[in-house]
């Protein structure tokens, strides 16, 4: 086995192995580790990187902390799946104003060089909507005109319409025909598509370094990039850190202030984004409802979406 297999730790492989190929023309989570020991050594070799600490991973990506020379910097390999396809096309727009200032890419081997991060404990400890106003901000200055390689918002729109039309989630009638009506309005307003957009972008996508072009510390990483608004990338805020939501004393109340936290320092209309954040939340439902059909998975549990999607009513 290939020296570099020593890198991927077991729960990765745990995590990864089953998975079918992403339908945009992937590769599936098994053949996909078994090249990843070799990937490893062509990286390091490739940017003459030595390992250096303990690996890091989250669902798709491995993160190996390692030394360029004299600067301390991360390899990031990911498993090949289309939403993290732009994402150095992201990185390198951005270069570092708000988000991890990428040092070298390799699409081709779905792999970058960035600059080492740490963890972004500070966020963790604020509050739930002290966060969403820091989020907020790193948005902010994530501004950037989009790129013409990007999925677009108005096309999302139209996927999530048909979808919703044809096989639509098992969700209350009324929601259901409420996305049909927002896939076909959103996507009226002026520069639907504009902005480079991170759409995943939250607590847990956060990192802290020190050097300029920061927000008090904190950037962005793992940026699903879309040509979009900025008012469609409040809705994680939403449904992460759901057990501080659901022991707030009311839920309403508190999920439609993590929209206004984040809104203010966007310039975003809370309305908007309160818009955005059911179509998305109707759209997660459906893909969790055909993720039930493949044999032996559980019955998706959509009272989260429920929640929230009546919390953003009116």
């Known amino acids: 086995m290939p ?12 995590r990864v192995a089953g998975r079918p190929a992403d339908a945009d023309g992937g590769i599936d989570g098994d053949t996909w580790l078994a090249s990843l020991p070799r990937l490893l050594d062509e990286c390091l070799s490739t940017w003459k990187a030595q390992p250096e600490g303990p690996t890091a991973f989250g669902e798709c ?10 600067e301390r910097a991360a390899l990031k390999v ?17 270069r570092g104003t708000g988000a991890v200032r990428m040092r070298a890419a390799d699409p081709a081997r779905w792999a970058l060089l960035l600059e080492r991060c740490e963890p972004a404990v500070r966020l963790h400890e604020m509050s739930a909507l002290d966060a969403c106003e820091m989020i ?7 501004t950037h005109p989009a ?8 096309a999302w729109c139209a996927r999530i319409r048909e979808r919703l039309e044809s ?3 098992p969700m209350p009638r009324r929601f259901v025909q409420q996305g049909i009506a927002l896939a076909r309005d959103l996507p009226q307003a002026d520069r639907i598509d504009a902005t480079l957009v991170h759409c995943d972008l939250h607590d847990d996508n956060v990192m802290q370094t020190r050097r300029a072009g920061t927000v008090d510390g904190f950037v962005a990483i793992d940026p699903k990039p879309v040509a979009g608004e900025p008012a469609l990338a409040v809705a994680p805020l939403l449904w992460n850190r759901w057990d501080e939501a659901a022991g707030a004393y009311n839920l ?3 999920l439609r202030f993590r929209v206004d936290y984040a809104c203010d320092p966007m310039g975003v209309a809370p309305e908007r984004a309160r ?3 059911i179509l998305r939340l109707l759209d997660n439902a459906w893909w969790d409802a055909h993720a039930a059909l493949r044999p032996g998975a559980a019955a998706p549990d959509l009272t989260k979406a429920v929640s929230i999607i009546k919390a953003m009513q009116g």
């Open 3 to 14: 020296a570099r297999a020593d890198l991927i730790p077991d729960a990765f492989r745990a």
């Open 61 to 70: 990506a491995l993160v190996v902390p390692v030394r360029v020379g004299k």
């Open 78 to 94: 990911t498993w090949p799946h289309a939403e993290a396809r732009h994402e150095h096309l992201a990185l390198r727009a951005w």
């Open 136 to 142: 907020g901000l790193i948005h902010a200055r994530l």
């Open 147 to 154: 790129l013409p390689q990007l999925d677009t918002a108005s």
């Open 167 to 169: 096989s639509p989630p």
């Open 252 to 254: 309403r109340n508190h």
């Open 275 to 277: 818009a955005w954040s």
